[in-house]
């Protein structure tokens, strides 16, 4: 009977002192422009701390800046949907994002529908299309362009500095993007 007991106070002990990992905040609004959101998730004032709750994000207008806590800073551009994923991770469904990520945030990643770019520590931008097309910009460093989605089949890139690639909404092909943005 004392071992079940015990048993039981540990597991509420647990479950009241670990936090849940999705609900664990990761990043700041550090500034922002002329914002509305689509609806009530969005960050509203400096300062607001942001969880990685996986929650659909509505930028409708504006410009946005976040300051993960890994030292990652983000600019997201409206129109945008995205998530917060994790301490190092974004989703993003459609619009712009532009990442500065320094040494100590190496591989933050940013997540489209049908590719994924890794930082080596760097500066990049992306942009998520309606038509699922994914471009990327490297400013500085490198990155590692991953296309394919949720899909199997994967086709992976190095992207250096002054480099652009595309991933097709269709095929999901890599190529050079001639497009700047």
């Keep these: 009977f004392a071992a079940i007991a015990a048993a039981i106070i540990f597991v509420v002990s647990f479950m009241y002192f670990v936090p849940d990992p999705s609900r664990l905040e990761v990043a700041t609004l550090t500034d922002s422009i002329s914002t509305q959101w689509a609806n009530q998730n969005g960050p509203s004032q400096t300062g607001?701390?942001?969880?990685?709750?996986?929650?659909?994000?509505?930028?409708?207008?504006?410009?946005?800046e976040?300051?993960?806590?890994?030292?990652?800073?983000?600019?997201?551009?409206?129109?945008?949907?995205?998530?917060i994923l994790a301490e190092d991770r974004i989703g993003l469904q459609n619009g712009r994002v532009y990442a500065i990520v320094p040494k100590e945030a190496t591989g933050f990643s940013i997540y489209t529908q049908n590719g994924k770019v890794i930082d080596f520590g760097t500066e990049f931008g992306v942009q998520a299309s309606l038509t699922h097309e994914t471009f990327l910009h490297v400013i500085r460093g490198k990155t590692m362009l991953i296309a394919g989605g949720q899909s199997d089949k994967k086709n992976s890139v190095e992207v250096g500095a002054g480099a652009a690639k595309?991933?097709?909404?269709?095929?999901g092909a890599i190529s050079r993007s001639e497009e700047r943005r």
């Excluded at 607001?48 to 946005?64: P, S, T, V």
């Design 48 to 64: 607001d701390r942001l969880l990685a709750d996986g929650k659909l994000l509505q930028l409708r207008e504006g410009l946005i």
């Design 166 to 171: 595309r991933v097709s909404g269709i095929s």
């Design 66 to 83: 976040l300051q993960f806590d890994t030292s990652a800073q983000v600019v997201i551009e409206a129109p945008a949907e995205f998530q």
